[in-house]
DNA sequence: CGTTGCGTTGAAACATCTCAAAGGTTGTGG
DNA sequence: CCACAACCTTTGAGATGTTTCAACGCAACG
């Protein structure tokens, strides 16, 4: 329990690691760190929201489920970031680990009334929120008019610059050019709103361009950045359009994305 | 200038409504009320965010470009909405005028000033920029997992729920169900992610299958609610999944919403 | 009375989905 | 060590929904 916190000193995008460290010592007591097998719910939709937090390791997804049974889902959330609904009784969609998962979570109840007696802790939440909004949105932009090679393609851009903006910033290092993607084709396909079928038909054509090449079906290298970016029909990516403004001091990324 | 904030001492949602009166004074201070046409585009994607503001009649849209033409509205400001983008210095998004519009603004930087100083309307903000995010996760769902006739249909159903709570809210009168869509046709489609000939297909689908009538190109009466509902592919379509929370008190609606 | 802008309608082209089957990998038990 | 099942991914081919392109209708306007 005394490291808790430990976690969040680092150099990290989290809410606690942007707030002064004497805050830290409130938010470890009432928080506590729990690991998630990939595919287990963490909050239901409708249900009520029990628990915020952030994630240290793995990655959620917040899925909606249509009465028929589509679904959709409507985000991604990767270490650093929050997790959880503040303000609101009702969850409007499901938590649920798409790996295997490290939360550091805390009741929300007391959150809040953390929250309202530290502003500078709002205001961080709010910047993130804005944030999320925008990239939500860009995210609209994919779904609405992008066709499927298209939003594949952006996928795998996004994906390259946030592992590569993590990891550059927790230790500098210049890795080889591989994606990881934490998702199976059907998670894939419920986020770019298409079928695993054309998922994988469209990361095939994207490696017959030459922009990939398929190491196995979750690791991809890339082989021509400017071309998936080309692919991706949004030579416009930067990575802090998707990602907020805390993945924006990575000047290596930042040089591949205006390289074209 | 002596009644810039009168308006929003009625009965609305804005910022401005739900924070004490005594604050009025000082955003008056710092406001102007200003009216643009149909077309016009009060701040462009990419440029500084020179102000923020409040809707207080007609419709903005916001609107993402791509390189080769492609555009994407990504949301709609109604009446009581705000625009702009605190917090930021480049707008992600282009901000155009749907309809004439009439809106209060403020200088980003001193509504920012004045936000670090007054904590209450910071929270404001935040509440509905949650709500906003919940609201655009939402729309995320129909653009990436219902087909066109669903999408239309949703889209009227939502509009026809916003316009009677706003009406409702306003003076209590119980009207025949029209809805009044503010966008032409291309709007819509840009809303929805297709195009404006299969926008017109749908509605006059819609229109086969009884759940409206067709006025005018912009005025469709509702004659039948469970099944514009029940077309729309999202019978648990309740107002607060789209409006945020200060939507949910209007009975009559949440009634028509639930008989289905 | 022609022009302009917007909405509607039709028919062919196209992208994506659906359904079906095959290929590959992993883990388990014989 | 092999056989087998379970799971995920890939590939194929026909069905379907949507887009594209073109023409037409209609009202507002100069």
Redesign the pocket.
């Known amino acids: 329990m005394a490291d808790v916190c430990q976690w969040c000193r680092g150099s990290n995008r989290s809410v606690c690691a942007a707030v002064p460290l004497h805050f830290h010592e409130e938010i470890r007591r009432i928080s506590h760190i729990r690991t998630f097998e990939a595919g287990t719910t963490i909050a239901s939709e409708g249900h009520e929201a029990l628990f915020v937090g952030t994630v240290l390791r793995g990655v959620l997804r917040l899925v909606k489920t249509l009465a028929d049974g589509r679904q959709q889902i409507v985000g991604l959330l990767f270490a650093s970031d929050m997790f959880g609904r503040v303000f609101s009784d009702e969850m409007p969609f499901a938590i649920e680990a798409a790996t295997k998962v490290e939360l550091c979570m805390a009741p929300r109840r007391r959150f809040e009334t953390l929250l309202s007696r530290h502003h500078e802790l709002e205001h961080e939440i709010l910047i993130r929120t804005l944030d999320e909004l925008d990239a939500g949105r860009n995210w609209m932009v994919v779904l609405g008019c992008q066709?499927?090679?298209e939003r594949v393609a952006a996928f795998l851009a996004i994906l390259t610059i946030r592992e590569h903006v993590l990891e550059d910033a927790a230790e500098g290092s210049e890795r080889a050019a591989i994606v990881e993607v934490p998702l199976?084709?059907?998670d894939m396909a419920a986020y770019l709103?298409?079928?695993?079928?054309?998922?994988?038909?469209s990361?095939?054509r994207i490696a017959d361009h030459g922009a990939i090449e398929?190491i196995?079906?979750?690791q991809f290298l890339i082989k021509d950045w400017p071309a998936l970016l080309r692919l991706s029909g949004r030579s416009d990516l930067t990575s802090h359009q998707f990602l907020g403004r805390f993945s924006g001091h990575d000047d290596n990324m930042r040089t591949l994305s205006e390289a074209c």
Not at 196 to 201: A, C, K, N, Q, Y
């Open positions: 066709n499927m090679l199976s084709r059907a709103g298409t079928t695993l079928e054309t998922v994988s038909r990361i095939h398929i196995d079906p979750r």
